[in-house]
């Protein structure tokens, strides 16, 4: 980070749909955190802030955290500051990335409830461990996830569908769930279930759809509900066909 000058922050604040204003996530809040470690610090500050944006959205996909991450990159301020981990991101792989890139363009980041400030070297060991640790955990709920897949099997269990819930299918939510918190796709997570070895509780590969039966418990529900609809408006088309033709269409 460039120290020749006043380090010129930018402050970023959020809060997601249906969260209090006045909750210690508000905006209110973040702000009057950020603007006094800034001034602690003797920064000059630029605040961004936005309304009704998921923690999940990718950075450059959020209205304000983006063009601000954008500015930080052309060098035309120093530091990202955010009071909370969690109104930064709730994806340990996009934290991650967010750390590469301002490694690569040379500014830093402050997160203030976990003590990263990647200004000092002990800041980014924070940032360092936080990232290794997620990941250790990913490592351990996996590999518990495929030995208790393997021990099922020893005792010949039929291991069954998502929805008629095992041990197994137990373990697979949970994994499911953290992947899921992480912020990772459907998809992203089939493909690492499939790079894993994990497979689906009737032995196959997972698919998007796979994973969603087991991380959405109304997914299914949805799925005959969504059909239903499509088989009563058929029936209704071939009715009013039927009426036309003089009943000669057959069901």
């Known amino acids: 980070m460039n120290t020749t000058h006043a380090v010129r922050a930018i402050g970023y604040y959020r809060v997601s749909t249906g969260e209090q204003v006045d909750s210690g996530l508000g905006l209110?809040?973040?702000?009057?955190?950020?603007?006094?470690?800034?001034?602690?610090?003797?920064?000059?500050?630029?605040?961004?802030?936005?309304?009704?944006v998921s923690g999940k959205t990718a950075t450059d996909a959020r209205p304000a955290l983006g063009p601000a991450v954008a500015a930080l990159d052309r060098g035309e301020a120093d530091v990202l500051v955010v009071s909370r981990l969690d109104r930064l991101s709730r994806s340990v792989s996009d934290f991650s990335a967010l750390l590469d890139r301002a490694d690569r363009h040379g500014w830093a980041v402050l997160i203030l409830d976990v003590g990263v400030d990647t200004t000092t070297p002990t800041g980014r060991m924070v940032a360092q461990i936080l990232v290794?640790?997620?990941?250790?955990?990913?490592?351990?709920?996996?590999?518990?996830?495929?030995?208790?897949?393997?021990?099922?099997k020893a005792t010949g269990a039929i291991l069954g569908r998502p929805d008629a819930p095992t041990e197994v299918a137990a373990e697979l939510v949970e994994m499911i769930a953290t992947l899921r918190r992480d912020g990772l796709t459907l998809q992203a997570i089939a493909d690492r279930l499939n790079a894993d070895a994990v497979p689906t509780p009737r032995k196959g590969r997972w698919h998007a759809a796979t994973v969603a039966r087991v991380a959405e418990p109304d997914y299914r529900a949805r799925e005959r509900e969504t059909r239903a609809r499509a088989a009563t408006k058929t029936a209704a088309r071939k009715h009013r066909l039927a009426a036309v033709m003089g009943g000669k269409v057959s069901a």
């Open 132 to 152: 290794a640790v997620a990941d250790w955990e990913r490592g351990i709920i996996s590999a518990r996830t495929k030995e208790a897949l393997a021990a099922k």
């Open 28 to 52: 209110a809040a973040q702000r009057k955190a950020i603007e006094d470690a800034c001034k602690h610090r003797g920064w000059n500050l630029t605040l961004a802030s936005e309304e009704a």
